[in-house]
């Protein structure tokens, strides 16, 4: 019987000081976690729909959170 390992990306919309900072953010977190042999799964917790494009070309599950 294994263990599961999920990660957790939270990546909200709307960063007033570094635009479309959670989308760069995003990229490089999903490459390091891609390379990480034992994370079986990976969630994705945003409001942003690009971000949700993007989890699901990488066949990540993601959570619709509110803005705030």
């Known amino acids: 019987n294994r263990e599961m390992h ?6 909200r919309e709307g960063s007033q000081g570094f635009k479309q ?3 760069l953010f995003f990229d ?5 976690l891609d ?3 034992w994370i079986d799964d990976v969630i994705v ?3 942003d729909p690009t971000i ?3 989890a699901g ?3 990540y599950s993601s ?4 803005a705030y």
Do not use: C, G, L
């Open 6 to 11: 999920i990660a957790v990306i939270p990546a």
């Open 21 to 23: 900072k959670n989308r």
């Open 28 to 32: 490089i977190t999903a490459d390091f």
């Open 35 to 37: 390379s990480v042999k």
């Open 45 to 47: 917790s945003t409001d």
């Open 52 to 54: 949700v494009e993007y």
């Open 57 to 59: 070309k990488r066949n």
């Open 63 to 66: 959570h619709h959170r509110s």
